[in-house]
């Protein structure tokens, strides 16, 4: 039984559209991140949720919207795809703010 | 701001030889810290974490690493490699109650027979 899973795992699509990443941790936890992993294997955070309230916005673009429905689930909608967004995504959830994450196996989002 | 350097981008080690990752980090306060393993199309995987207490923490897959305050440092250590530990090794650093853990640009590991 996965911990953290997000669909889909691949998402190829064309410049301008607008798609979305799911993510479902069944481990009970309180807070949620999205990650972003660039070409260069650097790891950034780009929003985290507590118990479906939004604590962190690391500067990213309007583009992307965070919607948690519940504190089991943090969905990335993506607005207006740019080349620039091609990256892997991860989502991750910890049991206490700043300590262990878990991460799901990624989303590895390419625009053309 | 808090913040982590991995200097070695990638490292080549032969098969049964000792290995040591460097990770130097910067925090006002006493951090939390923490090393990721990536596998190739895989989530990042906690390896080990130190809190606070005992400076030589281990980990799984026998792995250890060594917490040096002075220095600033979280080195990450294995005596022997196998070939199933070439991946993608990640140090962090974060503090309790703090949403943000901040990642280091990682270190490639290549294992040679």
């Known amino acids: 039984d996965t911990a953290v899973s997000q669909t889909p795992k691949y998402l190829v699509t064309q410049m301008g559209n607008d798609k979305s990443i799911k993510c479902e941790q069944n481990?009970?936890?309180?807070?949620m991140y999205w990650y972003k992993q660039d070409s260069k294997k650097f790891l950034k955070i780009m929003f985290s949720y507590n118990n479906k309230e939004l604590i962190i916005n690391e500067t990213v673009p309007n583009r992307f919207s965070p919607k948690s429905p519940d504190k089991a689930h943090l969905n990335l909608h993506i607005n207006s795809l740019e080349l620039g967004d091609s990256a892997v995504y991860f989502c991750?959830?910890?049991?206490?703010?700043?300590?262990?994450?878990?991460f799901g196996s990624g989303t590895q989002l390419s625009v053309l | 701001a808090q913040s982590v350097t991995q200097p070695d981008i990638h490292i080549t080690v032969s098969e049964g030889a000792s290995l040591e990752l460097r990770c130097n980090y910067s925090y006002g306060a006493t951090p939390y810290l923490f090393w990721y393993v990536q596998s190739p199309g895989q989530g990042l995987q906690l390896l080990l974490k130190y809190f606070s207490g005992d400076t030589l923490v281990q980990g799984i897959k026998g792995f250890e690493a060594e917490f040096k305050r002075s220095q600033s440092s979280f080195n990450l250590r294995k005596p022997s490699v196998h070939w199933s530990d070439a991946a993608e090794y990640f140090c962090?650093?974060?503090?309790?109650?703090?949403?943000?853990?901040?990642f280091g640009t990682g270190t490639k590991l290549q294992v040679i027979p």
């Open positions: 991750a959830s910890s049991q206490v703010a700043g300590e262990k994450l878990f």
């Open positions: 962090a650093v974060g503090a309790r109650g703090y949403q943000k853990v901040t």
């Open positions: 481990l009970g936890h309180d807070t």
